[in-house]
Nanobody, 125 residues
Framework: QVQLVESGGGSVQAGGSLRLSCAAS????????MAWFRQAPGNEREGVASSDRFGSTTYADSVKGRFTISEDNAKNTLYLQMNSLSPEDTARYYC???????????????????WGQGTQITVSS
C-alpha cells in the first residue's frame, strides 16, 4: 500500500503561483508513475501532469508552459509548481500513483492505484 498526502493548496489571484506537494509513504518502490489530477465541481477528474522514474514528464495541453511537475526521490515527494494561474485552474487537485512500469499515455483515473485526499485551489479574477 501507498499513502499520499497533498499540501500547498489555497486561494490566489489570477496570475499568481502556488506549489503543491505530495508526500508518499509505504511501498513507494512499487509505484513507477506519479501524477497530478484535478476536479472542478460538475466536471470529471482530469489528468494534469505525470512523471515516471525515468524522468519523463507529460502535461495536459491546458497547463503546458505554466505548470511543472517534479519529484524529490530522497524525500518521496512529488511537486506541482503552478504559475500564471487563471480562474479556470480552480479545482481540487489530487496526487496519484500507479504501479505500471511507465506512465500511461493518457492519464485516466482507472490507470492509477493510489490517491491522496486532494487539496483545493481557488483562483480569483
Amino acid at each position: 500500500q501507498v499513502q499520499l498526502v497533498e499540501s500547498g493548496g489555497g486561494s490566489v489571484q489570477a496570475g499568481g503561483s502556488l506549489r503543491l506537494s505530495c508526500a508518499a509513504s509505504g511501498d513507494t518502490a512499487s509505484t513507477n508513475c506519479m501524477a497530478w489530477f484535478r476536479q472542478a465541481p460538475g466536471n470529471e477528474r482530469e489528468g494534469v501532469a505525470s512523471s515516471d522514474r525515468f524522468g519523463s514528464t507529460t502535461y495536459a495541453d491546458s497547463v503546458k508552459g505554466r505548470f511543472t511537475i517534479s519529484e524529490d526521490n530522497a524525500k518521496n515527494t512529488l511537486y506541482l509548481q503552478m504559475n500564471s494561474l487563471s480562474p479556470e485552474d480552480t479545482a481540487r487537485y489530487y496526487c496519484a500513483a500507479a504501479r505500471s512500469f511507465l506512465c500511461p499515455v493518457v492519464l485516466t483515473v482507472a490507470n492509477f492505484n493510489y490517491w491522496g485526499q486532494g487539496t483545493q485551489i481557488t483562483v480569483s479574477s
